[in-house]
């Protein structure tokens, strides 16, 4: 399945360490656009204080995600930004995450509520990605 991953799944990944492993199953075709390891740095003190992990298994992590999570430069879908920006107004942070979810026709898996009310594009949260595995 693929999905558009939004950085908060995984900021709360690597700092709870509760959905690590949905996140790198095999069955999910995870994508983003480039700022999502840029995001993901600006957090990187936040993320060893409250993961509780030890700086070289946050790093290995980092690199288990940068492995996984297929990203996307901002030139391939920048055509749907303008579109993204109508859609989500002021809360335009999460424009390349949207923009990138309507290039590929997908879903976004995030806890944004702004997503929710997208229409053209489904939002699900982490325990909506898990129920599609149970059944």
């Known amino acids: 399945m693929l999905l558009v991953v939004d950085a908060n799944i995984v900021l709360s990944s690597m700092m709870a360490g509760k959905i690590t492993d949905l996140l790198l199953s095999p069955k999910l075709d995870v994508v983003a656009p480039e700022l999502l390891f840029v995001e ?19 790093e290995t992590l980092l690199s288990l995600l940068k ?46 509520k702004l997503f929710k009310d997208v229409g053209s594009v489904k939002s699900l949260t982490t325990s909506e990605v898990a129920d599609l595995f149970k059944s």
């Open 40 to 58: 993901i740095e600006k957090h990187k003190d936040e993320i060893k204080n409250k993961s509780r992990l030890s700086p070289d298994e946050v």
């Open 67 to 112: 492995k996984k999570i297929r990203i996307f430069p901002m030139e391939e879908f920048v055509s749907f930004m303008s579109k993204s920006i109508e859609i989500l107004g002021e809360h335009r942070k999460d424009a390349p995450y949207l923009a990138l979810a309507l290039k590929l026709s997908c879903p976004v898996w995030s806890y944004e």
